[in-house]
């Protein structure tokens, strides 16, 4: 099993950044992929940006040029760079892992995170 901690949520103007981490319990090295996900009201979650343990990465339309996936293995921490917010960014922002590689097997399952919310001013 993986605990997740999302943090680095806030409240900011539209065209002003924000940094969110999660912070994996166990070596991010294992995971085969972690990605972002978001939630605004009254919609379904979304995929925002994926990462794959080889580094590949995803994004959705909506964020392309504007969101930077990363990763640190040495601190066991994935990262979303997010500038020039838009209203449109407004949700929770969800962090998910999917895939863990162990010693004594493999679980395919994705985790998640409790969230950190965003809220960008008009």
């Known amino acids: 099993q993986v605990q997740l901690v999302e943090s680095g949520g806030g409240l900011v103007q539209a065209g002003g950044s924000l940094r969110l981490s999660c912070v994996a319990s166990i070596r991010i090295f294992s995971i085969n992929a972690m990605g972002w996900y978001r939630q605004a009201p009254g919609k379904q979650r979304e995929l925002v940006a994926v990462i794959s343990r080889g580094g590949a990465t995803n994004y959705a339309d909506s964020v392309k040029g504007r969101f930077t996936i990363s990763r640190d293995n040495a601190k066991n921490t994935m990262y979303l760079q997010m500038n020039s917010l838009k209203p449109e960014d407004t949700a929770v922002y969800y962090c998910?892992?999917?895939?863990?590689?162990?010693?004594?097997?493999?679980?395919?399952?994705?985790?998640w995170g409790q969230g950190t919310q965003v809220t960008v001013s008009s």
């Open positions: 998910d892992a999917r895939g863990i590689n162990y010693g004594s097997g493999y679980d395919p399952r994705d985790y």
